[in-house]
């Protein structure tokens, strides 16, 4: 009988999913890189990508998907454990806590921020709050058609 060949990651989709992601952090803004990891992670999160339950990959496996120093592979982790979306089980990984709280409060701040950021983009160029709100309105009508 031959034994099938496991492959040390199979059971976990996020190796698969995280081939390279240093494509999604910019070295050039003011936005720290550990924390544009959390919101990667907490993007594929929220979009089904990374399910709760899944195993992330280690610190040093994250270090190498996002070529990034290792301490700040393992600041990011420290950082999902202390906003209480990932558990580290000594010995075993760092999981998606099973919450389908946290997985809606995740989603939920990433649009806040992005509205956030959009409605501060547009002040600034000289819009008030009843234009604003007529654009999106104006915009979100035009997308129906």
Do not use: C, W
């Not at 070295?27 to 990891?37: A, D, G, L, R």
């Amino acid at each position: 009988m031959a034994s099938a060949v496991i492959q040390p990651y199979d059971n976990f989709k996020i190796y698969n999913m995280l081939p390279e992601r240093r494509q999604y952090l910019e070295f050039k803004n003011n936005i720290p890189i550990y924390y544009q990891v959390v919101t990667d992670i907490k993007n594929m999160i929220v979009s089904g990508m990374i399910k709760p339950g899944d195993k992330l990959p280690s610190s040093r496996e994250l270090a190498l998907r996002y070529r990034i120093n290792p301490n700040t592979a393992a600041r990011v982790y420290s950082e999902l454990e202390h906003e209480g979306i990932t558990e580290t089980q000594r010995g075993i990984g760092t999981f998606v806590k099973y919450d389908p709280y946290i997985v809606q409060k995740i989603g939920n701040d990433q649009v806040n921020r992005i509205v956030a950021e959009f409605i501060v983009s547009i002040r600034n160029m000289g819009y008030n709050n009843e234009e604003i709100k007529q654009m999106i309105s104006n915009y979100l009508e035009n997308e129906k058609r």
